[in-house]
């Protein structure tokens, strides 16, 4: 079946712009993470779904940073005024569920350069 | 406070050595998982493992083992025999088992396995 989809795979933007990133998880899974890989970095949380309870919200690093999640489906991460410190991969995970130790399926993820 | 620490930043072994990767755990909880995920240069995380903390039985996949020691607060991964293929960056995470299901990735450990 289809696995984790996000788009673009690549995304090159002016400072000062928003920016709006895709993700598409796997069809039935209810856990959505977003995850922030700088160069060389390891991944950073940002925010999970689980089906229609409140996010868990605590990673995103400014309010400049907010995600939405459309019921059980996609997910999108926008970034407004964007800076050269955000330049970074931003991976999506989805799993069945959060609470049940299932694993996580990531995408490819979208790079993200802000110049 | 929940951390993870992989001291080893990059790890270059020849083919058919083993090789060990050290993660160390911080946390308050007395039940939690952990993992362990493969990230190869393609991009894509693949998960490896998931361990509770109710189980320490060491475990074996092949050429992969791991070794959960709550008393050192540590998961090594170990790969024997190893593999031009194996050349990744690997992660460990932490997760609780109630409340926030947020993962807490290490750093990660950049393996280079050279023919």
């Known amino acids: 079946g289809a696995g984790v989809s996000q788009s673009p795979s690549n995304k090159v933007t002016e400072k000062g712009k928003d920016v709006e990133l895709r993700c598409d998880p796997i069809?039935?899974?209810?856990?959505l993470y977003w995850y922030r890989q700088r160069l060389g970095q390891g991944l950073e949380f940002l925010i999970y779904?689980?089906?229609?309870?409140?996010?868990?919200k605590s990673g995103l690093p400014s309010d400049r940073f907010s995600a939405e999640r459309t019921g059980e489906s996609v997910s999108t991460l926008t970034i407004q005024r964007t800076q050269q410190e955000d330049s970074a991969v931003y991976l999506c995970?989805?799993?069945?569920?959060?609470?049940?130790?299932?694993?996580?399926?990531f995408g490819p993820g979208t790079r993200l350069t802000v110049t | 406070a929940q951390k993870v620490t992989q001291a080893q930043t990059e790890i270059s072994v020849v083919e058919k050595e083993d090789v060990t990767l050290d993660c160390v755990y911080e946390t308050r909880d007395t039940t939690y998982y952990l993992f362990w995920y493969k990230q190869p240069p393609s991009g894509e995380l693949v998960f490896l493992i998931r361990r509770n903390s109710f189980d320490e039985q060491n475990e074996i996949s092949g050429r992969y083992s791991w070794n959960f020691q709550k008393s050192t607060s540590s998961f090594n991964f170990t790969i024997t025999a190893s593999q031009v293929v194996d050349s990744a960056v690997y992660f460990c995470?932490?997760?609780?088992?109630?409340?926030?299901?947020?993962?807490?990735f290490g750093t990660g450990t950049r393996l280079k396995v050279l023919a």
């Open positions: 995970a989805s799993s069945e569920t959060a609470q049940e130790h299932y694993e996580q399926y």
């Open positions: 069809s039935g899974h209810t856990a």
């Open positions: 995470a932490l997760r609780r088992t109630s409340g926030t299901y947020k993962y807490i």
């Open positions: 779904f689980q089906g229609n309870s409140a996010p868990d």
